[in-house]
């Protein structure tokens, strides 16, 4: 999984995180508490850099993509809110759900389980722009464990 910061032009933080159970492809959210950076999760570098480049094409959203194909929803405002009507925000976040769980995931909501990746006040380990940290100790933890 990377941390894109969506402020900022920095080098990407970078972990491995277990259980999301893609198989292929990425998805990506700039809905991400509390910090609204750009999370993905995926299976190769490549996919990652085009799910961060969607959100960033989209200036903000959510996005599950998978060689040439991918679906998105656009959240043009401040990276959280659509400028669509509920109807068709709702139909797209049902279609993006969708791709998400034919790419392997197994989680019930990957997209809400993805935004909490970053919220580094809840235990235990999270990932923010600066790097892994730690909940439970409060304080930043190296990503190689001896």
């Given at each position: 999984m990377?941390?894109?910061?969506?402020?900022?032009n920095t080098k990407?933080?970078?972990?491995f995180?277990?259980?999301f159970?893609?198989?292929?492809g990425?998805?990506?959210?700039?809905v991400?508490?509390?910090?609204?950076?750009?999370?993905v999760?995926g299976?190769?570098?490549?996919?990652?850099?085009?799910?961060?480049?969607?959100?960033i094409?989209?200036t903000?959203?959510i996005?599950a993509?998978?060689?040439?194909e991918?679906?998105s929803?656009a959240?043009?405002v401040?990276?959280?809110?659509?400028?669509?009507n509920?109807w068709?925000?709702g139909k797209l976040?049902?279609e993006i759900?969708a791709?998400?769980?034919t790419?392997g995931?197994?989680?019930?909501?990957?997209?809400?389980t993805?935004?909490?990746?970053?919220?580094l006040?809840?235990?235990d380990?999270k990932?923010?722009?600066?790097?892994?940290?730690s909940?439970?100790?409060?304080?930043?933890?190296?990503?190689e464990?001896?």
């Amino acid at each position: 999984m990377a941390v894109v910061n969506r402020y900022q032009n920095t080098k990407p933080a970078v972990a491995f995180i277990k259980n999301f159970g893609l198989k292929k492809g990425a998805i990506a959210s700039s809905v991400a508490h509390d910090c609204h950076n750009i999370v993905v999760v995926g299976t190769s570098d490549e996919e990652i850099c085009n799910a961060v480049n969607l959100i960033i094409k989209n200036t903000g959203g959510i996005c599950a993509v998978n060689g040439a194909e991918n679906k998105s929803l656009a959240l043009p405002v401040a990276g959280i809110i659509s400028d669509k009507n509920g109807w068709e925000t709702g139909k797209l976040y049902e279609e993006i759900d969708a791709m998400a769980k034919t790419l392997g995931s197994n989680l019930r909501a990957p997209f809400m389980t993805l935004s909490f990746m970053a919220l580094l006040v809840i235990p235990d380990l999270k990932l923010s722009d600066k790097g892994l940290f730690s909940g439970n100790s409060f304080s930043f933890v190296d990503l190689e464990v001896i």
